[in-house]
């Protein structure tokens, strides 16, 4: 009796790793390839607290809850708005001629309950990995027009922007009916879909919007450094997710992505650091943090085609680029508040034209120069899109419910002003 029982045990034994790979409607489930992507969705939502402390170290004291609260805001719209209507938006069929996509399968995800993509994984944790991209591209762009805009703007904003910018170009990018994609633009991890869409459009708002009561004449300074250097650590954690995980697989290609992008996040830290020590002096450690940042967003749109060496050099230059545009940036007098445009707008412009210098195999020279001028024309789309689409939006917002604050309001601060708390529980508003 006792024998037969153990048989019994290992029969069920053996039977359940086979029954685990296998999904309701009979297709199968790669369980390594799906716990990755499960993995790396997370590792992509924790960019957005870090980005939220990144942005909420940077400016002063009265503002910090009010920066943060606008990462974080954008993970309750842009997510509710994604399973709505996102995901068909930017992975349906093409409508009106190709500027977005639409299934009705898609409409508030009804109808992927049973679906297993031909990657082996259930399109649920495909379609919400995608969904974190759509909460971190808008909030992103905060960063461009950081402690001087209305709560109830920037919540109305990022719902049209990412409705009318950041669906459409995502469609037209990694939807195989996208016409970008069917030209052969090589967008990875979104160079252009993310962060050349949100540094323009931060440019955009900022430039309409104005400068910060006080620019450049007042003193801003940073209210917690530690929080941003920590913010920044987050977010070089969470760009593993970010770039590998977008191979949507677990295997050569997923570790190809994961080296490139810890090589030019790594370059573009010590390049950042030898540049200012020589131009200023001295190596701090918001520059360091900032040249984290330029090397990852280079070496997103290529992490899938370069080499590490090719990573190395794109973290470089991304570096040198980005250094020297927050300086001109200076000069010229706009006030793009956190760098948003000069970090990601250029890096994201850096990373998707070089890359063709840097990609593996053997090029040919025609190769090569026929790539570069699909990447500028991909990289020109992108800018005129989001540039006048962000323009029309900020008008048509400023004009009706007000998106620039009021002077009182700024000069008070954003956290009393639209949340009524302060974030360090003083009354030190400056």
């Given at each position: 009796m006792k024998l037969k029982i153990r048989i019994l045990f290992l029969v069920i034994l053996l039977m359940l790793p086979a029954a685990s790979v296998w999904a309701g409607d009979g297709d199968a489930v790669d369980t390594g390839i799906t716990a990755w992507m499960l993995t790396s969705t997370a590792l992509v939502l924790l960019m957005i607290p870090g980005?939220?402390?990144?942005?909420?170290?940077?400016?002063?004291?009265?503002?910090?809850?009010?920066?943060?609260?606008?990462?974080?805001?954008?993970?309750?719209?842009?997510?509710?708005?994604?399973?709505?209507?996102?995901?068909?938006?930017?992975?349906?069929?093409?409508?009106?001629?190709?500027?977005?996509?639409?299934?009705?399968?898609?409409?508030?995800?009804?109808?992927?309950?049973?679906?297993?993509?031909?990657?082996?994984?259930?399109?649920?944790?495909?379609?919400?990995?995608?969904?974190?991209?759509?909460?971190?591209?808008?909030?992103?762009?905060?960063?461009?027009?950081?402690?001087?805009?209305?709560?109830?703007?920037?919540?109305?904003?990022?719902?049209?922007?990412?409705?009318?910018?950041?669906?459409?170009?995502?469609?037209?990018?990694?939807?195989?009916?996208?016409?970008?994609?069917?030209?052969?633009?090589?967008?990875?991890?979104?160079?252009?879909?993310?962060?050349?869409?949100?540094?323009?459009s931060g440019l955009v708002a900022a430039l309409y919007l104005g400068a910060r009561r006080g620019h450049p004449k007042t003193a801003m300074p940073p209210s917690n450094l530690v929080m941003t250097i920590t913010g920044a650590g987050l977010l070089w954690v969470g760009w593993f997710g970010f770039n590998a995980g977008s191979s949507v697989n677990s295997g050569l290609d997923t570790a190809q992505a994961l080296t490139a992008t810890q090589a030019a996040a790594a370059s573009g830290a010590l390049v950042w650091m030898i540049i200012e020590g020589i131009h200023q002096g001295k190596a701090t450690a918001l520059g360091f943090a900032s040249g984290i940042l330029a090397g990852l967003v280079a070496v997103t749109p290529a992490a899938g085609v370069v080499t590490p060496s090719g990573a190395l050099a794109l973290g470089t230059i991304a570096a040198m680029i980005c250094y020297f545009a927050i300086i001109m940036k200076d000069k010229l007098g706009y006030d793009d508040s956190l760098d948003a445009f000069g970090v990601h707008g250029i890096g994201g412009i850096v990373g998707a034209i070089f890359l063709v210098f840097f990609m593996r195999g053997n090029n040919s020279s025609s190769e090569v120069f026929n790539q570069l001028g699909i990447q500028a024309v991909a990289v020109a789309i992108a800018i005129a899109y989001a540039a006048v689409v962000t323009f029309i939006l900020v008008i048509v917002l400023n004009k009706t419910i007000g998106l620039r604050s009021s002077e009182k309001a700024e000069m008070q601060g954003l956290d009393s002003s639209y949340h009524g708390e302060h974030g360090y529980g003083m009354l030190n508003l400056g």
């Open positions: 980005l939220a402390m990144f942005y909420g170290g940077l400016v002063r004291t009265k503002n910090v809850l009010g920066t943060m609260m606008h990462s974080f805001v954008a993970m309750g719209i842009m997510a509710v708005l994604w399973v709505i209507l996102g995901y068909a938006m930017s992975f349906g069929d093409n409508v009106f001629g190709g500027w977005f996509g639409w299934n009705r399968d898609y409409f508030f995800l009804k109808g992927i309950d049973n679906s297993i993509m031909d990657a082996g994984i259930p399109e649920y944790v495909f379609s919400m990995f995608q969904g974190k991209f759509a909460i971190i591209t808008p909030a992103l762009i905060a960063g461009a027009f950081a402690e001087r805009v209305t709560f109830k703007g920037y919540v109305l904003f990022i719902a049209l922007w990412g409705i009318l910018v950041y669906n459409p170009l995502c469609h037209w990018v990694w939807s195989e009916g996208g016409f970008l994609y069917k030209m052969g633009a090589i967008d990875f991890a979104g160079g252009t879909v993310v962060h050349i869409s949100a540094g323009i």
